[in-house]
């Protein structure tokens, strides 16, 4: 009975109908997002299962092991792998120390001044990869700018050797990584709240205290963010260390890329390209135990 | 000084605040407008005003979060006013608490001890005291992100008064709590001060906030100090039509002077020997010192008479609007015990409002 006596209204039982709508709703929202997943099979999954499935067929297209065997038996693979980790930490590691420098720098600016770096930092990126790389060539090269400089500058007396090598390289390398690091890092400090600055130097810390206590802690964060998609796409390089190695920086990409190239044997890259992918995941796995994955690709912050 | 309770608490002799002449200007914005200020010692004063006053600014200055432009700030004897944030030793609740999420509750809170070379295992006992007296004891191994808004709030507290500094900033402390616990915390923070005596000046843009807890308010507007006085003397007699807004519901109803009388209307204001300042054309009329009149009724004071425009029952209160012969309204707080409700107006009905001489108050206006 209501309060005012009458008699309750008819309640219909609407459950069997807010039921299907829930379903049809599910539904729809499956079919908006269905074309994303398509093309994601089809360009993602696809080639990755094919490629997958080379690395394990001999040459008559026969199912064997033999890719991976040759990838054990041949010492020059796995020098190439070791060579690919080694060139990655390092760029890394240069561009974390400068990335951090950078970022610091920018996040402390008025947004404004920010800005106007932020363009230099992205600027790169409006440019391709060989174009920059070539840049670099012509940059480093024995009678290049920079050897100019720093024999003009009383620097160096004979032109260093800074192209066609590791150097010319890694250099290559830390310019095109840098905003790579740069952005997550940059994220991840500009969410750090300014009151936790403040509130650290009026407990008593001194400007380096509150760095070391507070800043570099909150931004630990986006660092290790953007060091792991610095390493990864570092280790999937193939331009720079083609041009600026000059035939003597040989990648895990520059080996893949001659094995199909030059011997057209499919099957000994595939299996290379599987391994690569592999140790990536497992790298990602590791790094995951530190830090969470969807922070590091969901911007860092 | 002792204090009950606390034989463990000690914090050094609370120091008074004297600032003179400070000034900051944000390009062609005055925030602070030559502000002279003497904050005594163990003094818990607050600084009340609208936002953009331009407190909270004065609050960063004694931080040294803000650099004036011109004039001195004195904690006791030493001028501060060129001293870096660290080397103050204030303690400051932060709006937004600012309490390090990497950091443990105990690890927060011993954070400012281990600044200054207390050892860890002291450090962490005393973390626990501040703790137990903020009444969360047990709680510092939690991680920041586990806590309430209210225990939040607690533990900036504790971190801030942990390292037993002489003086105590507070910018808008209770602002991101609820009704019910804001006005919890604001009879402990000031139970805390008593305890303490530390020396404390608090922002906010609340006036009850203010009310409670404050020895002296502060009345910020446009970077000056309008008034400064006791809670009940702000609320009573306010400096300007703008104290008498911000603290606190008011109508301001026109009164005209002639010799050593005022009026309101024909009627004549009973004064009985009150201050008035100097060009006064304003009554003040809060609405809970408006009594209503039975019929036939006598009443000391003045009597306002008009009709009821509208009733509006608030559960603690009802607010009963008047319409006066002037064109003005004044609205009437009425308790809502049984008895004052059955004898409730209807709307329409002529009634007589009394005002008591000591409550009335008359000010300039200086509204523009």
């Known amino acids: ?301 | 000084m002792t204090r009950p309770g606390s034989a463990a608490w000690s914090s050094g002799e609370a120091l008074p605040i004297q600032v003179r002449q400070v000034t900051k200007t944000y390009g062609r914005v005055v925030a602070l407008d030559h502000v002279d200020l003497d904050v005594r010692s163990g003094e818990f004063l607050t600084l009340l005003g609208p936002s953009g006053s331009g407190k909270t600014t004065l609050l960063m200055v004694l931080a040294g979060f803000v650099r004036p432009d011109r004039g001195s700030v004195r904690f006791g004897e030493q001028e501060v006013i060129r001293l870096a944030p660290h080397r103050r030793g204030v303690g400051m609740v932060f709006q937004s608490y600012a309490l390090f999420p990497h950091l443990s509750v105990a690890e927060n809170i011993a954070f400012p001890l281990k600044l200054r070379g207390v050892a860890r295992s002291e450090a962490m006992r005393r973390a626990e005291e501040a703790l137990a007296l903020v009444q969360l004891p047990g709680l510092g191994g939690r991680s920041v992100a586990a806590l309430s808004g209210g225990q939040r709030q607690r533990v900036a507290l504790a971190r801030a008064i942990v390292f037993e500094p002489r003086i105590l900033l507070m910018d808008e402390p209770l602002s991101a709590l609820d009704k019910q616990l804001r006005e919890h915390m604001q009879i402990e923070l000031r139970r805390l001060h008593d305890r303490l005596g530390i020396t404390t000046v608090c922002v906010t843009h609340d006036q009850r906030e203010a009310l409670t807890m404050s020895d002296r308010i502060a009345v910020i507007d446009h970077g000056r100090i309008v008034q400064l006085d006791e809670p009940r003397r702000v609320y009573d007699h306010p400096a300007t039509r703008f104290v008498a807004e911000f603290v606190g519901e008011s109508a301001f109803l026109p009164v005209r002077r002639s010799g050593e009388a005022y009026y309101l209307g024909e009627t004549p204001l009973r004064l009985d020997g009150q201050a008035v300042p100097e060009g006064a054309d304003l009554l003040m009329v809060r609405p809970e010192r408006l009594r209503l009149l039975a019929e036939g009724e006598a009443a000391d004071g003045t009597v306002i008479a008009g009709a009821v425009r509208e009733i509006v029952y608030q559960g603690d209160s009802v607010l009963v609007q008047v319409a006066l012969a002037g064109g003005q309204a004044v609205a009437a707080r009425i308790g809502s015990a049984h008895g004052a409700m059955r004898a409730l107006p209807a709307v329409g009905d002529a009634v007589r409002l009394a005002l008591a001489p000591q409550d009335a108050c008359l000010l300039r206006d200086d509204a523009a």
């Open chain 1, 1 to 301: 009975m209501r309060p005012d006596g009458r008699a309750p209204l008819e309640a219909a039982d609407n459950a069997a109908a807010l039921a299907r709508d829930a379903r049809a709703e599910r539904w729809r929202l499956f079919g908006l997002s269905l074309p994303a997943l398509l093309l994601i099979v089809l360009v993602m999954v696809v080639p990755v299962g094919w490629l997958f499935l080379l690395s394990f067929q001999d040459e008559d297209g026969a199912l064997s092991l033999a890719n991976y065997r040759r990838l054990i038996e041949q010492p020059s693979y796995g020098r190439i792998l070791f060579a690919s980790f080694e060139i990655s930490l390092m760029v890394t590691a240069i561009c974390a120390v400068l990335g951090y420098a950078l970022a610091y720098l920018m996040s402390q600016l008025p947004p404004r001044r920010a800005g106007l770096l932020m363009l230099g930092v992205l600027m790169p990126f409006w440019t391709s990869i060989l174009v920059r790389t070539y840049a670099w060539l012509v940059l480093l090269q024995r009678d290049g700018i920079v050897n100019n400089l720093g024999i003009g500058l009383g620097l160096w007396r004979a032109p260093l050797v800074l192209v066609y090598n590791m150097q010319g390289t890694i250099i290559g390398l830390v310019h095109i990584m840098l905003p790579f690091l740069v952005l997550p890092l940059y994220g991840a400090m500009r969410a750090i709240d300014r009151d936790y600055v403040r509130a650290a130097a009026n407990l008593g810390a001194s400007p380096v205290q509150v760095f070391w206590h507070v800043f570099l802690p909150l931004s630990r964060a986006g660092l290790f963010a953007g060091a792991t998609i610095t390493f990864i796409l570092c280790l999937g390089s193939y331009v720079t260390p083609a041009v600026l190695g000059g035939g003597k920086v040989v990648m895990a990409a520059n080996a893949v890329a001659t094995d199909v190239e030059m011997y057209f044997s499919w099957g000994p890259a595939s299996a290379f390209g599987v391994v690569l992918l592999a140790v990536t995941a497992l790298l990602l796995l590791i790094a995951s135990r530190f830090a969470r994955l969807d922070r590091i690709f969901g911007g860092g912050a």
